[in-house]
């Protein structure tokens, strides 16, 4: 019999991925989609060959039966307290009470079980949502897989291609943990897959310094990159305080301020991300910075 999952989120970047790996692994797909959900994306869900289920209220009783015979349930949405602890709040009460054994939350970041309150709002909220998943009876499993490896092409200011710069604070040698977008659904469809996964599993398609971007950027892009470093934690730190206090952007997900608190917990050595448990599914093929970037260059040319 095909075991059934569900995934919440499923129109998002990483959620309609999730579903792409798990057509591919002979799954009974359910998704939960919103009735302002784009009609595009639920389109493409139905073409994975995903049971779209459509909630009006994101409520208990909807969702529950949504829920019914399914073995995991994967949380993939994106937001803040609204979604990330009312919304996941309601979906982790459904799978509950529709006894479903597996919950794998919204995590998906770096690893914030070493930090405290404080030190990244979108983080915390992560944190205030296990301490409610932790005291439950279903058995859940979060993926810590470090930055998305996808946002050094976009979002991410390390590499500044036209500048020939490497812009990093902190150490130059200090590691950072990065997996693409890709890696991370393959990973999270086999957990969701496996009878039986730990509380946490850590990956990451690439540990990779400053210094060693460096190198990578040059043999991608050409000489002559240089590294640049404005400063070190504690200035950062100042300077996410002020960007926050002239721009709170508090109903942002990623406001500037935001992604700093991010770079900021990256460079702290609490960030370290060991590989261990890469190799839980060896079919999966890894791609390291200098792929993502090699791919880059190749389709801007
Ligand atoms: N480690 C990293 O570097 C990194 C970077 C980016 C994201 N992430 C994480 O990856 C996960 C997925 O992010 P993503 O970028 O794929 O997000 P995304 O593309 O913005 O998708 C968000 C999903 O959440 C759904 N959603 C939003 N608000 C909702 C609500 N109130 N009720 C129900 N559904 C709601 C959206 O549904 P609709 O289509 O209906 O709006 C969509 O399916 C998140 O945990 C995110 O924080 C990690």
Redesign the pocket.
């Known amino acids: 019999m095909k075991k059934v999952i569900l995934v919440?989120?499923?129109?998002?970047?990483?959620?309609?991925r999730i579903v792409s790996y798990l057509s591919q692994k002979n799954a009974e797909i359910r998704v939960?989609?919103?009735s302002?959900?784009?009609a595009q994306?639920i389109k493409m869900l139905e073409t994975l060959g995903a049971d779209i289920y459509i909630t009006d209220h994101?409520n208990l009783s909807e969702l529950t039966i949504a829920c019914q015979g399914v073995s995991c349930v994967i949380?993939?949405?994106?937001?803040l307290r609204?979604?990330?602890i009312?919304?996941q709040k309601v979906l982790l009460d459904a799978a509950i009470a529709a006894n479903v054994p597996r919950f794998i939350p919204?995590?998906?970041?770096?690893d914030f079980t070493k930090f405290f309150y404080g030190e990244n709002r979108?983080l915390d909220l992560?944190r205030e949502f296990h301490e409610y998943l932790d005291k439950t009876s279903i058995s859940s499993t979060s993926i810590m897989?470090?930055?998305?490896t996808d946002?050094l092409t976009d979002q991410m200011p390390l590499i500044l291609i036209k500048q020939k710069l490497i812009l990093y604070w902190g150490d130059a040698d200090h590691k950072w943990g990065f997996?693409t977008?890709d890696n991370?659904a393959e990973y999270t469809a086999n957990v969701a897959m496996d009878a039986v996964t730990p509380r946490y599993l850590r990956i990451a398609g690439d540990l990779i310094s400053p210094r060693e971007v460096k190198i990578v950027a040059n043999e991608v892009f050409g000489p002559k990159f240089r590294l640049f470093r404005p400063g070190g934690k504690w200035l950062l730190g100042m300077l996410i305080k002020i960007t926050r206090k002239l721009s709170p952007g508090k109903n942002e997900?990623y406001p500037a301020w935001q992604g700093m608190q991010?770079m900021h917990n990256l460079i702290d050595e609490r960030a370290n991300i060991d590989k261990t448990d890469n190799d839980r599914y060896p079919e999966i093929q890894w791609k390291t910075v200098k792929d993502v970037l090699t791919d880059y260059q190749s389709k801007t040319l």
């Open positions: 919440a989120g499923a129109t998002g970047n990483l959620g309609m939960i989609v919103r302002e959900s784009e994306k994101w949380s993939a949405l994106a937001g609204e979604v990330i009312d919304a919204s995590d998906f970041s770096l979108n992560r897989n470090g930055a998305f946002m997996t977008i991370t997900l991010y």
